[in-house]
């Protein structure tokens, strides 16, 4: 009668093999690098936002003859505006046109006109923009040259992109 030895595993290749795997694991995980997947979800969706409001602007702007959906009386040109989610008195964060730099001001557009019309569903705000005690500040700007281009951008972004979009 033969004596089968069964033989375990010894406590050195345990730790060996737990290390390899520990080595991939992190491997993978520096790899799919989750902070940058986000940022730049968050970037795609400062991209959709700012592309739908100027759309949505120039869409309401070609069909009221030229007529601006705000409640502001006009837009003065060279001025950067925040926009925002209602009308009111206050004191908005904002940044300045191809700069990213935060400036306070009182220069704010109303675009709910945009949403009662349809042509929006909702005015964006930006997933990650937030100042203390601005509830109206969606986190984007808008900005009309002299020439008539209009750039509509995010305060925010990921990565220093500039997110700006001009019609």
């Known amino acids: 009668m033969t004596k089968k ?8 290749e345990l730790i060996i093999v737990i290390a390899v795997i ?5 491997a993978t995980f520096v790899a799919i690098n989750p902070a940058k997947r986000v940022g730049d979800a968050n970037n795609a969706k400062r991209w959709s ?24 009386p006009d837009i003065t040109n060279g001025v950067t505006y925040s926009i925002a989610t209602t009308t009111g008195g206050s004191t908005l964060t904002i940044c300045a046109a191809s700069t990213g730099n935060p400036t306070t001001t009182t220069a ?6 945009l949403v009662t019309g349809g042509y929006l569903g909702q005015i964006p705000t930006d997933p ?7 509830t109206y500040n969606t986190g984007y700007y808008f900005y009309k040259e002299s020439s008539g281009k ?3 951008g995010a305060c925010e972004t990921y990565n220093t992109v500039n997110v700006e979009v001009t019609r």
């Not at 704010?108 to 006109?113: E, I, T």
């Not at 990650?128 to 601005?134: A, E, R, V």
């Open 49 to 72: 936002d700012i592309t739908a409001i100027a759309d949505a602007y120039n869409t309401y702007v070609a069909d009221n003859s030229g007529t601006s959906p705000t409640t502001t």
């Open 150 to 152: 209009m750039i509509v």
């Open 5 to 12: 030895l069964i033989r375990g595993f010894t406590l050195v």
């Open 22 to 26: 520990a080595l991939l694991a992190a």
């Open 108 to 113: 704010f557009l109303d675009l709910s006109a």
């Open 128 to 134: 990650t923009f937030s100042y203390t005690g601005d």
